[in-house]
């Protein structure tokens, strides 16, 4: 079992819908998580970091954690075609060290 | 510098040449770490400098990689005898310490290796 599971989608979404993206963990130590969004042919930028269960918002963005599930998602209110990309769901090993999911390529449709 | 730099940004060589990508990380970062990324995948974990020092190269797939950074700062991932499965997008990226806090870490636009 991969310690970070996403499906790989692609995520179709209409212009203006909210894209709901989730992130399955298997080890329960976690305490970490973050989300990055790659374009195509780009680096990974991060978008936002979790911590505690939770919601944690920011703009149109919005994380959330239930680590009795051991889950985290993204949800991306008003999907605009520019949000199209991957996003990768990270969790934070050690100090120093991400664990990435394989990412969800998401489209959002103009 | 502004970001992190990775050259050459596209690589491509044949069947057990050796090559060399560079790194340059952000002035001041203490930190740098390698990934790879192979197509239809997440990042994963190659190695990790704090300064001169590789602190943990556990993610180094065999011993045909390597990597340095003599001085702190830029650091060169060497990979000899290259095969067709080495051929990846390979980021580097940099961080003030070797703490993830709030803002992860700044990732290089990367180097695509391809093996032909």
């Known amino acids: 079992q991969k310690e970070v599971e996403q499906n790989s989608g692609p995520l179709s979404v209409p212009e203006g819908a909210i894209a709901s993206l989730n992130c399955t963990y298997s080890?329960?130590?976690?305490?970490?998580f973050f989300w990055y969004r790659q374009y195509s042919g780009k680096s990974p930028e991060l978008i936002m970091s979790i911590y505690s269960n939770g919601d944690k918002e920011d703009g149109r963005f919005t994380a959330q954690l239930n680590k009795a599930s051991q889950y985290v998602s993204l949800l991306i209110r008003d999907s605009q075609p520019s949000d199209s990309a991957t996003y990768l769901c990270a969790l934070y090993s050690g100090t120093y060290k991400y664990i990435f999911g394989t990412g969800t390529r998401l489209k959002v449709l103009a | 510098g502004a970001g992190v730099s990775q050259t050459p940004s596209n690589k491509v060589t044949e069947k057990g040449k050796y090559v060399e990508l560079r790194c340059d990380p952000i002035?001041?970062?203490?930190?740098l770490y390698w990934y790879r990324q192979s197509l239809g995948q997440g990042p994963e974990f190659l190695i990790y400098?704090?300064?001169?020092?590789?602190?943990?190269d556990s993610g180094l797939p065999n011993d045909r990689f390597f990597a340095v950074r003599p001085e702190g700062s830029v650091s060169t991932l060497k990979i000899q005898r290259t095969e067709r499965g080495d051929s990846a997008v390979y980021l580097c990226?940099?961080?003030?310490?070797?703490?993830?806090?709030?803002?992860?870490?700044?990732f290089g636009s990367g180097t695509r290796l391809t093996v032909v």
């Open positions: 400098f704090q300064g001169t020092g590789a602190a943990d």
């Open positions: 080890d329960r130590g976690s305490q970490s």
């Open positions: 990226a940099s961080s003030l310490t070797g703490q993830i806090n709030n803002y992860g870490y700044t």
């Open positions: 002035s001041g970062h203490t930190a």
